[in-house]
C-alpha cells in the first residue's frame, strides 16, 4: 500500500477517488491560484482539467507561481501551457490542457463541457463573465480572490444562492475591468496595491480545490455555504452570507 | 413622512478602528461603504459591508437592509487579485 499513490487520499472516508478522477474541470486563469490550483488538483487525482489563460509568464511571477521559471519567462511562455505543462509532470495519470486564449473567447460548449469551474482571476470583469456562463450552464463555480493577506474564496452553486455578481456594489463598479495583478505591459496598474504573496495564495487555492473535491464527492452538504473571507494579519477566517440580489441580471434581474 | 437620522459604527476590519456615522433611512449601503473607504484613506479597490454575517446588498437603502440606531457594520476588503 506504501506503493500506491493515493492511498492515504482513499484513508478519508468520504472522498470519491473514482469521481474525482472522471471530473472535468475548467480552471480559469494560469497566475498565481492557477499555479497553486494546479498543483493540488494533480495531487488530490484529478485528471481532466482544462487550463485557460491568455497570458505570458514574467519574472515578477516567480515569486509565487510554483510551474513558473525564469526560462519561462525570459522566453515569455503562455503561462497555460507551463501550468498545463506542470501539472502533467505532478502526476502520471493528469491530463492537463492549455487553451492559450481569454475565457471570454472560449467557445460556447466550454462550460458545459465541465463539472466544475474554478476562478483563478485576477480581474472583476472576467469573474463576472465566467460567473454567467458557469450559471448559465449550470455548473458549480468556486472563485478565489486574494490580495496581500487578505483572500476569499466564493462557492456559486446555481440555481440556488447567490452569485458573484449578487456579491458586487458600487466599489466593485469603480474598479471593473482592472487587472489586479503585475503580470507584464498589457496591464492597468493599480496603485497603491499590496503585492501578492505565495502564503495567501496556498490557502486561498487549497480550499478552492478542498471544495471542488468535496462537490465531485458528492457532499454537497459539505460545500461552503456562501463566501469564506480569510485574513492572514489577524489569523481569522471567517464565513459571510452573500444574498441574491433580485436587481441581479445572471438571476433574472434588470 | 420625515424621519429622523440615527447612528451607527463602521468598524474597519483591517485596522480595528471604529468611526460613527450619522445616517437616515433613505441612505444606501453603497454610501457607507464610500464614505468610510475616504474616512480611512482605503485604497482604490473593492470593498464589502457585513452586518454580523450578512453582506449588505450595496445599492439597498439602510431602511431596506433593515439598519438600525447603534448596529455594528464591518467594513471588509472584498480581494480581487490572482
Redesign the interface.
Known sequence: MDEERLDRSRRIGWLNLDAIARARILMVGAGALGNEVGKCLALSGFRHVTVVDMDHVVGSNLNRCLFFSKEDASGRRLKAEVVAQGMNALSPDMEAVPVPTRIEEMSDPGFHDHDVVLGCLDNIAARLHVNARAYQAGRVYIDGGMEGLTGKVMVVRPPKGACIQCGMNRSHARVAGLRFSCTGKDVVFHEPRLAAEITTTSIVSALMVREAVKHVSGRGEMLLANTLYYDGQRNVAEEAEVQVNPDCPVHGGI | MVTLPFRIKVKN??TGAAVEMELEDENT??EI??SA?TFWNK??????L?KG???L???ASLKDASIRTDDVLEL???????
Open positions: 476590519a483591517e449601503v453603497d461603504i464610500e473607504a485604497d482604490m479597490g473593492a470593498y464589502v457585513r454575517k450578512k453582506v446588498r450595496g445599492g471588509i476588503p472584498d480581494p480581487e487579485g490572482g
